[in-house]
């Protein structure tokens, strides 16, 4: 099972190209084979989990990434650069594989009845299908070069999938302020690749691990340098700050397709990128710190914004911004195995929050919490699934949230830099409030919008059946994780200081979320306040969290720093150096030759050549007049002549 | 007659040929424009089949006695710096020939031209004697001036006799060159492996100013900045098969010169020349990505990004002295070979709609892709691959260079902005796709058809190629591996 892990990826991928090709001559325009590509992912990446638990199929060596297997055949060679195509398989790829291939089957089912009768039905399963690949290519990957490759890919598939829906243009900006706002995260991506393989010679992951950073080889300022470009790129993909804002606008993209971006795919990838090269990050005490504050901030930042959004995938998508941030701090505080561990639970909450979302959007016609409300009587699955997910999202104990929030919160208190445990704490809490007032909004109270009210229906089961799994997986999976399959046997990690804390990280985050979702409960739960009361009420605040400040700072530097120097360049292209220089060489070589064809005419054959003509004219001429025909006038002359010849004969020789 | 001779002198013969059919007869005059080239494709296939990968010299020479006073071969020869670049030659001919059939005007000329033209390109690249290359350099010139002067769009006049000056008085300084290294080399030769080989007798100094002299013939071409002025304007107003032709292959002789002609016999002087080769290559990757960023005519926006994508072979050339050398050469290459690819669809792309809708400014369209599907997948997977997407052949060739620059431990600050070019390139090409493709349908476009037969025949080779060569780089790298090695060896040993 284990030797063909490669099928997992591969799959996907012949699915995508199956349905482009192939897809309009068959069932459902191909769609089920996207699906039973996933679903053989999830069946082959279970069974290599279940086999890794139970220390199978392992080749056993050991190295901070743990015990694992590797696979790889050769791909290109340009000189000493030799690119290999591998699997790496370990507990942390085996289960993110798992998650990967579970959140894309379900979300392809739940699309089946969710992008029914819409345009474009294929290609939407075809991108999707290739959106896996792309990502299982690097969640496998033995290698950064094919991790970038499959980087790239996940990429320019969420570009095409938050455009999917082009004839819009906010669906259109919005996929490409994706694309270009992850693309300069990858240039510093980019440049470590180049410094790594500079440094090192090989993009192999456990090579570089086990004989250049564990041996020394590669000092610590190297290290802590490539990791630190190479977190460039993650701080694009998983929308940490400064490069977070393509994230809130990617809902534009179809509500599943936000489902999977946000819970599996394309955000994941920064995360697991940082915990895959964890051995690279951890040489620097420097660079966990950076990691640490990025994610600090964003999770903070992201948590503030959410508080008053009004369009429930927005303050999914901020919820989702901060979660990362969340995992990054996590990572940054050396909770390598929490971060992960949160990943994990995350991607399933945050896929059930999105479906069950969309469910409701598809129910409702709307995006506005406000004009929602009452709904749990309505739609009594998608009702459940939500607040099951809810009560993950919040950290409620049991739920799977719960589990790895406690162990991130263990993580940053485990460094003793009180700051950063004091906003992982108050992120907390926001989380708690905004999650709550959302739940409480849509579902509870009174309906706000009866029209609406009186038009929504529960969803069909394609779409319930999908909710109720990773509702499931919502509850259970934080449990199953910690005491059943401990991640901790599998995925080695700092332990020890933990649990020293657990008193304190325990009361801490139940009093946050019992904080956050009782002021939620009292503000939105009784008297479901008129949202505009509230911000009037709440002014300065209200706007001040309303404001993006990130997005209106770029949209300035953007004016300022691309489209004016590309204007003011290309009208120096083609004023000064084509049309002033280039041109002016030509005008001027023109000019001369109208100077010189001037001289010619004018000097040397109007002058010259035809003077002489004119002068020996002028001088027939004037000669012409002797000629008389008179013969005395011609002795007169020679008489003339005579006596001066004589004159002077006498002067000279007289 | 050797197969390189063949493979040269076919497109000639059909040129002759079609000579002689009267005007009328359009469909004699277009097959026998489509077999000629389809014969030196077929013959070049067949070439690229038998080639040695193992052997670094040339392979297939061909050598007579052409001017024994003056030393003077008819000396062909094929290696692994040519031998794709022949086979581009030879394919995108063949192509542009099929995107040209619906051509009314002066047929017979045109095709004339354009064979004579093919013959002109392969000769470039297949000689080795210097005289001999630079009679082909010459020759291409004329069928080119009047390709534009007459086919082409509002001011085809002044692009024209631009082009043709222009490029006229950078082989002036190429011919001075010539003339410079056979009264340097004892016995006197026009050969260039034998100058090659002579290499050490050159003075530094004579190198420098001889290295000078080929630098600005070839920047033109290339074109390097700030020699680049001719080619939006020549791109604008060439016609679609002719811009393909200007992009795909001619652009290439200026960087394939450097490499078979400056780099072996002026080694000392390409030393000395790497750092300001360097900055000109950021400069050109970086500002021509700018300049692309704020055109509005589609073409002129390719013909800019050509300028940032022959900065990439630039870098990937600087790399000779450092520790990545042989990984960088085969990089500017490949980059050769994929922007010939890549930009060559590109134009025929943007050729399919300026047929249709007689405008190639960006803001008349919208929302194309709701109405033109296959166009608008292929127009977005040739600018994925422009803008350098993995999978696709563009993102290898790219790689190659950048890696190759970050050899030398000096170059990194300027490759690390060099990169900066990367970014600036996706958001143009992206720019360029929402603009024409996403957004709401322009009703003024109702009546637009999607691509054609011929259309399709011309342009889904390119796509397929790109794709291929993207997911299977060696095909092409390992064709050139064993002549790049020769060269990097060259300058690893001095």
Redesign the interface.
């Known amino acids: 099972m284990i030797e063909h892990a490669w099928l997992i990826p591969v799959l996907p991928l012949l699915a995508s190209v199956l349905i482009v090709f192939l897809g309009r001559w068959l069932l459902l325009d191909g769609a089920w084979i996207g699906i039973l590509c996933a679903l053989w992912g999830v069946v082959q990446s279970a069974g290599i989990v279940i086999g890794l638990f139970n220390g199978h199929g392992l080749l056993l060596e050991s190295g901070l990434t743990g015990h694992f297997h590797e696979m790889s055949f050769p ?7 030799r690119l290999e195509l591998g699997c790496l398989i370990d507990g942390m790829s085996a289960l993110m594989m798992l998650v990967v291939t579970a959140v894309s089957f379900l979300v392809q089912v739940y699309s089946l009845s969710y992008q029914r009768g819409k ?1 474009r039905f294929g290609r939407y399963y075809a991108t999707l299908s290739l959106f896996t690949f792309a990502m299982l290519l690097l969640v496998i990957s033995n290698n950064m070069f094919q991790f ?2 499959g980087w ?2 996940v990429g ?1 598939c969420s ?1 095409l999938l938050i ?1 999917f829906e ?4 906010a669906a ?2 919005a996929g ?1 302020k994706a ?2 706002t992850t ?2 995260g ?2 510093g991506f ?2 470590g690749l ?2 790594l ?2 440094s090192v010679g090989t993009l192999n992951i456990p090579i570089i691990q086990r004989e250049f950073v564990s041996t020394g080889i590669l000092s610590p300022e190297l290290c802590c340098a490539i990791a630190l470009l190479l977190f460039c790129g993650a701080i694009g993909k998983s929308a940490q700050v400064p490069l977070h804002v393509w994230l809130p606008d990617a809902m534009e993209g179809p509500t599943p397709v936000s489902a999977l971006i946000h819970a599996a795919t394309m955000v994941a990838a920064g995360v697991y990128l940082v915990a895959r090269l964890y051995f690279l990050f951890a040489v620097s005490p420097f660079c966990l710190t950076v990691v640490a504050w990025v994610g600090a901030l964003t999770a903070l930042t992201a948590a503030l914004n959410a508080l008053v959004a009004s369009d429930i995938k927005r303050v999914l998508a901020f919820s989702t911004v901060s979660q990362l941030g969340y995992m990054m701090l996590s990572l940054g505080c050396g909770g390598y195995r929490a971060g992960f561990f949160h990943l994990t639970t995350h991607a399933f909450f945050k896929a059930l929050l999105f479906l069950g979302a969309g469910s409701v959007i598809h129910a409702v016609h709307t995006n506005d919490i406000w004009k929602m409300g009452g709904l749990s009587k309505k739609m009594p699955v998608t009702f459940l699934t939500f607040g099951a997910a809810t009560l993950a999202i919040i950290g409620f104990p049991g739920f799977a949230g719960f589990f790895s929030k406690e162990e991130i919160l263990a993580s940053v208190a485990g460094t003793h830099q009180t700051a950063l445990f004091l906003v992982a704490a108050f992120t907390a809490f926001l989380t708690a409030f905004y999650m709550s007032r959302v739940f409480f909004v849509v579902f509870l109270g009174d309906p706000r919008d009866p029209h609406r009210f009186a038009e929504a229906h529960e969803s069909d089961w394609l779409m319930g059946f999908p909710m109720v799994v990773l509702a499931v997986m919502a509850v259970l999976s934080g449990f199953f994780l910690t005491y059943v399959w401990p991640l901790s046997r599998w995925i080695p990690g700092v332990e020890g200081h933990l649990h020293q804390m657990e008193s304190l990280v325990l009361s801490v985050s139940v009093g946050a979320l019992a904080l956050g979702a009782g002021l939620a409960y009292s503000i939105y739960r009784r008297s479901v306040p008129d949202p505009a009361v509230l911000a009037v009420r709440w002014r300065p605040l209200d706007q001040f969290l309303r404001r993006r400040f990130a997005d209106e700072l770029y949209a300035a530097l953007i004016e300022k720093c ?2 004016a ?3 003011h ?3 120096f ?2 004023e000064w ?2 049309r002033f ?2 041109d002016g060489v ?1 005008t001027v070589s023109r000019r001369i030759s109208v100077l010189k064809a001037w001289a010619d005419d004018v000097l040397v054959d109007r002058f010259c050549v035809n003077g002489w003509g004119w002068l020996a004219d002028r001088c027939g001429r004037g000669l012409r007049r002797l000629q008389t025909g008179l013969v005395q006038f011609y002795l007169l002359v020679i008489a003339f002549g005579l006596s001066l010849f004589l004159l002077w004969a006498v002067r000279v020789y007289g | 007659m050797g197969i390189l001779s063949a493979i040269v002198f076919v497109p000639l013969a059909g040129a002759l040929a079609v000579l002689v059919v009267p005007e009328k007869k359009r469909n004699v005059i277009q097959a026998i424009s489509v077999m000629a080239s389809l014969v030196s494709l077929a013959l070049s296939v067949w070439l690229l089949a038998r080639f040695d990968v193992s052997v670094a010299g040339v392979q297939f020479a061909e050598k007579t006695g052409w001017i024994p006073l003056f030393n003077v071969h008819y000396f062909l020869g094929v290696d692994g710096l040519s031998i794709l670049l022949v086979a581009l030659t030879t394919l995108l001919s063949f192509l542009a020939v099929v995107a040209s059939l619906h051509i009314e005007l002066r047929i017979r000329e045109y095709f004339f031209w354009f064979l004579l033209l093919e013959t002109g390109m392969l000769g470039v690249f297949l000689s080795l004697d210097f005289f001999l290359f630079y009679v082909f350099w010459e020759v291409m010139l004329v069928p080119m001036y009047f390709l534009v002067g007459i086919w082409g769009g509002p001011k085809k006049e002044y692009a024209a006799i ?1 082009f043709f ?2 490029t006229l008085f950078g082989s002036v300084f190429i011919l001075l060159g010539m003339l410079g290294l056979y009264f340097a080399s004892d016995p006197h030769t026009f050969d260039m492996i034998e100058l090659a080989g002579q290499a050490s007798r050159f003075a530094f100094g004579f190198q420098i100013a001889a290295f000078l002299a080929f630098y600005l013939g070839f920047a033109i071409k290339i074109p390097a900045f ?1 020699f680049h ?2 080619l939006p ?1 020549a791109h604008v107003e060439a016609p679609t098969a002719v811009s393909v032709l200007l992009a795909g292959v001619l652009l290439k002789m200026g960087v394939y010169g450097l490499l078979r002609i400056s780099y072996p016999i002026l080694p000392q002087a390409t030393r000395w020349f790497l750092f300001p080769l360097l900055i000109i290559a950021v400069i050109n990757i970086v ?1 021509g990505a ?2 692309a ?3 509005k005519d589609m073409k002129r926006m390719v013909a800019y990004s050509s300028i940032n994508h022959m900065g990439y072979c630039l870098l990937g050339m600087v790399a000779v002295a450092g ?5 960088g050469l ?2 500017a290459v490949f980059q050769m070979v994929t922007h010939g690819l890549i930009t060559g669809s590109l134009f025929l792309l943007v050729g399919v709609i300026y047929d249709r809708a007689h405008t190639r400014n960006i803001d008349d369209f919208g ?1 194309l ?2 109405r033109l599907p296959v166009f608008t997948a292929l127009m977005t997977v040739q600018a ?1 691959a422009s803008l350098g ?3 696709l052949a563009g ?2 060739s790219e790689f ?1 260079c ?2 190759g620059a ?2 030398t431990a000096a170059y ?1 600050v300027f ?2 902005v060099a ?2 070019g ?3 390139t ?2 143009f090409l ?2 360029l796709i ?1 603009d024409v ?5 322009n009703e003024k476009w109702a009546g637009l058809t999607d691509m054609n037969a011929r259309e399709l025949i011309a342009v889904v080779p390119l796509v397929i190629l790109t794709v291929y060569l993207g997911l ?3 095909v092409a ?1 390992r064709m050139m ?1 064993a002549t ?2 020769q060269i990097a060896m060259i300058f690893k040993a001095g």
Not at chain 2, 437 to 441: A, D, S, V
């Open positions: 791909w290109f060679q340009a000189g000493f650069l345009p970038f490759v790239e890919l320019v570009y455009g082009f004839e819009r243009d259109a900006a490409r694309f270009i693309k300069i990858d240039l980019y440049v180049l410094l393989f500079s691309v489209f120097p590309a204007r360049l290309a009208r292209d083609e150096i084509d220089v280039v030509g | 631009k000056l222009y700030p002025t001719w304007l500002y700018f300049c960023m704020a055109q520790s990545n050398a042989a990984a085969s990089g929302g892709g709701s994925m997407l993995p999978g993102f290898i190659l950048f890696l970050f050899g990194r490759v690390v990169v900066i990367i970014v600036v996706a958001a992206l720019k929402k493709f996403l957004g709401k349908f299977q780089p060696h790298l591996e790049v090695s």
